[in-house]
C-alpha cells in the first residue's frame, strides 16, 4: 500500500549520521557517515512524488528524483541506482557536495513554509550511489566501437563525464591530465573528510573499464598542443576541461611571508601530496597553531578545517560580509561552526604583518558593514572607519577565488576568449576553433561540480555528433 | 614509470641521468624543466633538462644531492625507474645573437647554465662558461662545460683549483676586458650569488638574465607556491619564468622563501638516514 500525502507529511526528516564534532576535527575521516537502509527508505517515503517534480528542474543534470525515490521507499535499490545512474554518472560526487540546498532542494514542494523542510535528496543520491559501488557490477553497455579518436583535457568533473559519454558511445577515448592523479579538484582540492579518494577511484576506475585511457603528467600547450592533437596525433575533436585554477591573492603587503598560502597550494599539499601525513610522505606543510583563513566560499571552508585538523588551536574563518551571503555550502559551515571554527565575519585584512624572521606574525583586519546591494544583488560591504584591529596568527590561507589559468590558451591563440580570459563556447559547447570543445570552471569561472558534468554531458552529445558527420558515420538510435 | 637508461656521477654528489621521456622530449626547449616524483609518498621536484633528444626520445637531468628527494634520486641507476616525469615545464629561454655571452653557474646552477651554454653557442654566441664553487670538489661540470663553450673559467674560493675567488670576482675581471665586451649574462646558483652578479652588472646595464629556484608544487600556475617579487610585482616562477631580468628580483624574498621548511626537510634527511643505516647502506 503506498502511503498517502498526509502519512508522508507526517514524516520529519531524517538527518544524517554525522561522526562527533570533536573526534572528526582531528583527523581525515568522512564527517558523514551516511544514512542506513531503514534512514533511507523512512526519508525517501517524505517524498510527494510530485507530478510536475519542481526538484527535477532544480537538478542541473534533470534526474527523475521522485522516481528513484519511489524505487528506494520499494526497497529496489537496484532500481533506484539505475535511474540515477542513467542521468547523474558521479552520484557519488555529486550526492556529496552539490549545493543542494540552492538546487534539488530548494525547489523541493517540503520545503515550502515556515517549518518545511525538503526531502534530503543529496543524502539519498549518496546512499545510493554507495550502495552501487559495493553491490553492482555497473558494466555499462558500450555502442560498438567506432575507433575514432577523442582527446579530453583535464580529469576534473568536467573531464570524467565528457569521457565516459563519448566511451559510451564508442569512441576511443584519452584523458591527458598534468597532475599525477587524475580527479581535478575532486582529488587535489576538495578533501578526504568531505569526499574520500575511494569515491573518485571508482569512478575513474569505471572509466578505465569503459576502454577510457587516462594518460597523466601531460600538460596541454606544453607536452602537447592542441594543434598537434588534432593534426598529428590523430584526434577528430578535443573537450577542453582544464578548470580555473589561477589562485587570486588580495594585493595587499605581507603576502610573500612565510606562512603566507594560497588555498590551492595548501589543500594541495594536505590533499593530493597528503602532507597531513608528513613525515611518512615526503611533501612538507606549515602547521599553524592560530590560523586565519581569508574567504567565505567551499575553499576557505575546506581549508579552515583542515587547519584545525593538521592541529591548529584557533581556526579563523574572516569574511568580509556576513553569514547570509557566505557562498558556501549550508553544511560546510554548520559543521565548521560544529568543529568550533571561529567565524570574524564583516571583516576585511588590510596587510599580513611579519616578524623580524619573515615567518607571518598577525594580520590586521578593518570591519565592515553592509551597505547597497551590488551588481550580485549582495549588500556590499564598506569599511568601517578607524576600525582597524590585529589578529595574532602564525599561518594565513588565502581563499579569495581563483581566475583562468592562461597556459593552455596563451599557447592556443586562435581559441576566442572572453574578457577574464574564460574559453568562450555556443549552446553545445563548441569554441571557435572547429573539432574543440571546452566546458566546466575554464568557461564559467570557478562554477560547480554539477555544472561543469553538465557541460561535460552536452559536449560529449555535441562532439559524438560532430565527429560521427565528420567521418560519415549515421548518428546512434 | 619513466626508465633511466643511464646514469654517470659527475662529482661526489651530482650525478646526471639519461631518461626514457617521450612525449617531453619531443618538445622540450633550453632553459625548460620537469617536474619529478620518486614513489607514491614522494614530494615534487623540479630539475632543469640539460639536453633532450625528440629521436630517442629522452631527456637528460643533473642532479645535486642536497635533501631527501635528491639523495634518494641519486641513489638510482640504469634499469631503475621515475614514477613521474611532468613537462616541459617553464618558458623557454628567450636567446638573441648578443655577441659574447657569458655564462655563471655555481653548484647545482652548474647544470641549469649548461645547456643554455650548448643553445647560445648552436645560434652562433661567443661563449664563456664560469663555474665555481667554495673548494675544488665543488666544482662541476667543467669537462662538460667545455664541449658546448668557448672558454671555460674555473673558480674556487680557497684557490684549491683555477681562479682564487668568487665567480663574482672572475666577472669583475671579465667585464673589464675592452676587447670582449659582455653582450649578455646568464646566471643560475645560489641566491647570494645570483644577487652579488646582479650589484656588479646593473651599474653597467649589462642585461643578465637568472633562473630561479623557489620552491615549487604543480609547476603550472595553480598553486603559487613559487611566486617571486619581479619589479615590485608578483609572478610565478613556473610559468612566467623561471628566467627572469636579474635587475629586478627581489633576492632577499626569495632567500626567505626559500628557507620555510627547513625543520622538516631536516627531520625528513634524519629519517632517511637512520632508515638507510638500519638497512646497512649508505645514504
Ligand atoms: C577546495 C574546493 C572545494 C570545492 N567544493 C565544492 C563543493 O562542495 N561543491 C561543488 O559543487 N563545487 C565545489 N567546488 C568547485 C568545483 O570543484 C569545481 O567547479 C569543479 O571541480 C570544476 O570542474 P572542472 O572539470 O571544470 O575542473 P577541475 O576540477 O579544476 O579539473 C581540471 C583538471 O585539469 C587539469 N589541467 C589543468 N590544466 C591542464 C593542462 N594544460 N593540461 C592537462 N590537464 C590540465 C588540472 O590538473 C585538473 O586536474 C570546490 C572547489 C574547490 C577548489
Ligand atoms: C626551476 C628549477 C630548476 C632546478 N633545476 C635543478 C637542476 O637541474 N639540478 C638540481 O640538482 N637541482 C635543481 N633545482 C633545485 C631542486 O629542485 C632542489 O634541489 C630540490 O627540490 C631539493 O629537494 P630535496 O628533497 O633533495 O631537498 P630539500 O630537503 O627539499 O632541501 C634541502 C635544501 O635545499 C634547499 N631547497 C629546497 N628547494 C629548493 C629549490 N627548489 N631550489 C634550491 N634549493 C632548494 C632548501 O632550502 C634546503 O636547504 C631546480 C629548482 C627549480 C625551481
Ligand atoms: S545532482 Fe545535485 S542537484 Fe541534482 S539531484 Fe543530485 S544533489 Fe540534487
Ligand atoms: S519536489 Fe520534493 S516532494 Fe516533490 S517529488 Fe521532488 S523531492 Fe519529492
Ligand atoms: S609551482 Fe605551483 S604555481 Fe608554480
Known amino acids: 500500500m503506498p502511503l498517502t500525502n498526509k502519512e508522508r507529511m507526517a514524516i520529519s526528516r531524517q538527518s544524517m549520521p554525522e561522526r562527533e564534532a570533536n573526534v572528526r576535527n582531528r583527523d581525515f575521516n568522512e564527517v558523514n557517515i551516511g544514512f542506513d537502509g531503514g534512514l533511507a527508505q523512512t526519508e525517501s517515503e517524505r517524498c510527494l512524488q510530485c507530478k510536475d517534480g519542481k526538484c527535477v528542474e532544480g537538478c542541473p543534470v534533470g534526474i527523475d528524483i521522485p522516481a528513484f525515490l519511489d524505487k528506494i521507499a520499494a526497497g529496489d535499490m537496484r532500481g533506484a541506482a539505475t535511474i540515477l545512474l542513467s542521468a547523474n554518472s558521479l552520484p557519488g560526487i555529486t550526492g556529496r557536495v552539490c549545493p543542494q540546498e540552492e538546487q534539488c532542494e530548494q525547489v523541493c514542494v517540503r520545503a515550502k513554509g515556515k517549518n518545511g523542510k525538503p526531502v534530503a535528496v543529496g543524502h539519498l543520491e549518496r546512499y545510493i550511489a554507495d550502495w552501487a559501488r559495493e553491490n553492482l557490477d555497473m558494466k555499462t553497455l558500450l555502442a560498438p566501437a567506432t575507433g575514432i579518436r577523442v582527446a579530453v583535457v583535464g580529469s576534473g568533473p568536467a573531464g570524467l563525464t565528457c569521457a565516459g559519454e563519448l566511451a559510451k558511445k564508442g569512441h576511443d577515448v584519452t584523458i591527458f591530465e598534468a597532475l599525477h592523479m587524475p580527479g581535478g579538484v575532486l582529488t587535489y582540492g576538495i578533501p578526504e573528510f568531505r569526499l574520500p579518494n575511494k569515491v573518485i577511484d571508482a569512478e575513474v576506475d569505471r572509466l578505465r573499464q569503459m576502454g577510457v585511457k587516462i594518460i597523466c603528467n601531460v600538460v596541454v600547450g606544453r607536452t602537447f598542443t592542441i594543434d598537434e592533437l588534432l593534426h598529428e596525433e590523430g584526434f577528430s575533436a578535443i573537450f577542453i576541461a582544464n578548470g580555473a585554477g589561477l589562485p587570486m591573492f588580495m594585493n595587499i603587503p605581507g603576502e610573500n611571508l612565510k606562512g603566507v598560502y594560497s588555498a590551492n597550494e595548501y589543500l594541495t599539499r594536505s590533499n593530493l601530496m597528503r602532507a597531513y601525513d608528513f613525515p611518512e610522505v615526503d611533501t612538507p606543510i606549515v602547521r599553524g597553531n592560530r590560523v586565519v583563513v581569508v574567504g567565505g566560499g567551499n575553499v576557505a571552508m575546506d581549508s579552515v578545517r583542515t587547519a584545525k585538523r593538521l592541529g591548529a588551536q584557533e581556526a579563523i574563518l574572516v569574511y568580509r560580509r556576513s553569514r547570509e551571503e557566505m557562498p558556501a555550502r549550508v553544511e560546510e559551515v554548520h559543521h565548521a561552526e560544529e568543529e568550533e571554527i571561529i567565524f570574524k565575519l564583516l571583516t576585511n585584512p588590510v596587510r599580513i604583518l611579519g616578524a623580524p624572521d619573515k615567518w607571518v606574525r598577525g594580520i590586521e583586519c578593518v570591519r565592515m558593514e553592509l551597505g547597497e546591494p551590488d551588481d550580485s544583488g549582495r549588500r556590499r560591504p564598506v569599511v568601517v572607519k578607524g576600525s582597524e584591529f590585529v589578529i595574532d596568527c602564525d599561518l594565513v590561507i588565502m581563499a579569495i577565488g581563483t581566475r583562468a589559468n592562461p597556459l593552455l590558451t596563451q599557447a592556443t591563440p586562435d581559441l576566442k576568449l572572453n574578457k577574464w580570459g574564460y574559453i568562450e563556447i555556443d549552446e553545445t559547447g563548441a569554441t571557435s576553433k572547429p573539432g574543440v570543445f571546452a566546458g566546466g570552471d575554464i568557461v564559467r569561472g570557478a562554477a560547480t561540480v554539477i555544472l561543469a558534468m553538465g557541460d561535460g554531458k552536452r559536449a560529449g552529445a555535441a562532439i559524438d555528433t560532430y565527429v560521427r558527420t565528420k567521418h560519415g558515420l549515421p548518428a546512434l538510435p | ?283
Open chain 2, 1 to 283: 614509470m619513466f626508465p633511466i637508461l643511464d646514469t654517470k656521477w659527475l662529482a661526489s654528489d651530482v650525478k646526471w641521468f639519461r631518461i626514457a621521456a617521450p612525449l617531453v622530449a619531443k618538445h622540450r626547449q633550453p632553459g625548460q624543466f620537469v617536474i619529478l616524483r620518486l614513489g607514491e609518498t614522494g614530494e615534487r621536484i623540479p630539475l632543469t633538462m640539460a639536453a633532450a633528444d625528440a629521436q630517442t626520445g629522452t631527456i637528460e637531468l643533473i642532479v645535486k644531492a642536497i635533501g631527501k628527494t635528491t639523495r634518494l634520486l641519486c641513489g638510482k641507476e640504469k634499469g631503475d625507474a621515475i614514477t613521474d616525469v611532468m613537462g616541459p615545464l617553464g618558458k623557454p629561454t628567450e636567446m638573441h645573437k648578443v655577441g659574447h655571452a657569458v655564462l655563471v653557474g655555481g653548484g647545482v646552477g652548474t647544470a641549469v647554465i649548461y645547456p643554455l651554454a650548448k643553445a647560445l653557442k648552436d645560434i652562433g654566441c661567443h661563449v664563456t662558461s664560469i663555474t665555481g664553487g667554495r673548494t675544488k670538489e665543488l666544482v662541476v661540470l667543467e669537462e662538460e662545460l667545455k664541449k658546448v663553450s668557448d672558454r671555460v673559467l674555473a673558480t674556487t674560493d680557497d684557490g684549491s683549483y683555477g681562479f682564487k675567488g668568487t665567480v663574482a670576482d672572475m666577472l669583475t675581471k671579465l667585464m673589464g676586458d675592452q676587447e670582449r665586451p659582455i653582450g649578455a649574462i646568464y646566471c643560475a646558483g645560489p641566491v647570494p650569488m645570483m644577487r652579488a652578479i646582479c650589484e656588479l652588472t646593473r651599474p653597467h646595464k649589462i642585461p643578465t638574465i637568472v633562473s630561479l629556484n623557489p620552491i615549487m608544487v604543480d609547476g603550472t600556475g595553480m598553486c603559487g607556491g613559487c611566486r617571486v617579487t619581479i619589479g615590485g610585482k608578483t609572478q610565478f616562477a613556473c610559468v612566467d619564468g623561471p628566467e627572469f631580468d636579474g635587475h629586478l628580483v627581489d633576492y632577499a624574498e626569495l632567500a626567505d622563501r626559500l628557507t620555510a621548511y627547513r625543520p622538516q626537510e631536516k627531520i625528513a634527511l634524519e629519517r632517511m638516514e637512520h632508515e638507510c643505516k638500519l638497512a646497512g647502506v649508505k645514504a
